[in-house]
């Protein structure tokens, strides 16, 4: 194999946590603050690129995490190594609840295109760089933005999804998506956004003005809860953004405040 061959074990049932078991010599690369925790043998250092190319020159590093700062990721990734002679633990933790899937790279064909913000982390060896979607109505209008993530290896990789998590097989049909609900697909799924129904629905319809379509044969993973319509509902009703407290819980309702209860 190309990438270390680490052993996982996947903690809780939706703010879950990956913690990966590293022999001697063994590391992992992870997004910057991720990491939960981690046992005395292990040491970790921030480095510009994800070490998939030992031997790469300091420019393509540079190119590299150019493109991971144009996408909003930080410009360096956290490599965590065992020094010990015995096995040892790290940790990582999912950014907001949802679900940690673990993905074995060499089994779906060594490629899998994902949201930017969905890689946790992954075996050394793993490149993480930026795919550059083919259309250019895709930036405009798909939820997952102009560049989407694109992860390379055969050892395991593990990304996050928020909610439940969902797999969908495709072989040769078409599968219209929210665009913020793709998690992940396979290499060989054609992905493009197209318009939602006609003008009524686009407005009045609550779906949102565009639709992601995928087609070919692979696999995709969805989510059922997107960060950015959580993030939505939680602004919506927090009084410090102008939304209103409801009071729930209590049959003084917005009373309670004035008496100090919250």
Known sequence: ?????????????????????????????AEAGSMNYMEEGIRFEARMGDGSQPDEGFLGKLFKA???VLSGESLFMTHFTNEAEREQRVAFAAPYPGKIIAIDMAKIG??????????????????????????LGTGFFGGEGFI????????????HAGGTVTKKKLAGETL??????????T???DYSIERAGNLKSMVLGGEGLFLATLK?????????????????RVLAHAPSAGGSSVGEGSVLGGLGDMFGDR
């Open 148 to 159: 989407l993530q694109k992860l390379r290896g055969d050892g395991m990789a593990f990304v």
């Open 187 to 189: 290499g060989d799924i």
């Open 176 to 185: 219209r998506v929210d665009t913020g609900c793709i998690v992940a697909f």
């Open 110 to 135: 060594g490629s899998l295109t994902c949201q930017k913000d969905a890689f946790l982390c992954a075996a050394l060896g793993t490149e993480v760089t930026m795919a550059f979607t083919k259309r």
């Open 216 to 232: 070919g044969h692979g696999t995709v993973l969805l989510q059922s809860l997107p960060f950015s319509r959580l993030a939505e």
């Open 66 to 68: 150019g493109k991971r």
């Open 1 to 29: 194999m190309q990438c270390h061959e680490v052993d996982y074990e996947i903690f809780g049932s939706d703010l879950q946590m990956v913690e990966i078991i590293l022999d001697s010599g063994e590391s992992v690369v």
